[in-house]
């Protein structure tokens, strides 16, 4: 998470696309040493999400390592920025073009910062990402891209139900991938009336802590489409992954930051 700390007297913050503060030192710590891969997130889409993605990413490096191992484990640069305006909201608006810069702006930070991945911790925003110039794209984990490589790892003939901002489902976001086609018939997409419901429960997870009750309507709700699980095509339901983690819930979800954060080594040497 970072924090602007004040200037010292004579001295001026040096920029880097466009961002007061942004040191470019690609892969390397203060003193220049080499430090190897660094995760950058761009988070704060909500909050909550994209600091329980960073807690996984330990959680899960300290499974791998053990914690005596610390210094092995990764380094990762967590911009959390909940002033971005809300996603399905631009969408509906045409307001992409400022939404867009500011992404930019965002990503191109962490880059500076030493960032040699990012990850942007919301999957409504990845309707922006073309903004982007193709050198900062090709730095991306795309959370489309890993969902549809877990929900191709699950056992053929299961489906899933597409649990989604109406922004994600308006803007198809995932019907806009490369591996939509040979995925498509695993995804159940709800009608209308779900898929209402389904946003407002998961604007619920940004402002109110996950219940039995909350988690258990998710359930209901894949069982009742004769869903094997859930896709989390929001990152709001990572908080349910975690939440089913600690307590042992029964429904399946095909979560792209928990297979960021475990494949997390792999994807970081690419």
């Not at 794209?137 to 139900?161: F, H, K, M, N, Q």
Request: net charge positive; charged share 20%.
């Amino acid at each position: 998470m970072t924090a602007r700390l004040p200037l010292l007297p004579g001295s001026r913050p040096s920029t880097a696309h466009g961002r007061p503060g942004a040191t470019p030192a690609a892969g390397r710590g203060g003193g220049g040493e080499a430090t190897g891969p660094v995760l950058g997130i761009l988070g704060g889409m909500g909050p909550l999400a994209s600091a329980a993605f960073l807690q996984t990413v330990y959680e899960t490096a300290v499974e791998r390592a053990g914690a005596a191992a610390e210094q092995t484990l990764p380094r990762c640069l967590l911009d959390s920025d909940p002033g971005f305006p809300d996603r399905t909201d631009t969408i509906r608006s045409r307001g992409e073009a400022a939404w867009a810069d500011r992404l930019r702006r965002g990503v191109g930070g962490l880059l500076d910062m030493g960032a040699t991945r990012v990850v942007v911790a919301c999957v409504t925003a990845h309707h922006f990402v073309g903004a982007l110039e193709p050198e900062h794209r090709r730095r991306l984990i795309s959370l489309v891209s890993t969902t549809l490589d877990e929900l191709a790892a699950t056992p053929t003939g299961a489906r899933y139900l597409l649990v989604a901002t109406d922004g994600t489902r308006e803007a198809g976001i995932f019907q806009r991938a490369p591996r939509w086609p040979e995925s498509a018939h695993r995804v159940v997409l709800p009608e209308p009336d779900v898929q209402r419901e389904l946003h407002g429960l998961l604007y619920r997870l940004k402002a109110e802590p996950l219940t039995a009750t909350l988690a258990d309507r998710f359930r209901v709700l894949a069982h009742q489409h004769g869903c094997a699980g859930l896709i989390a095509g929001c990152t709001e339901l990572h908080l349910l992954s975690r939440w089913q983690r600690r307590n042992g819930g029964a429904t399946t979800v095909i979560d792209p930051l928990l297979a960021i954060a475990t494949q997390l080594t792999t994807l970081l040497s690419r």
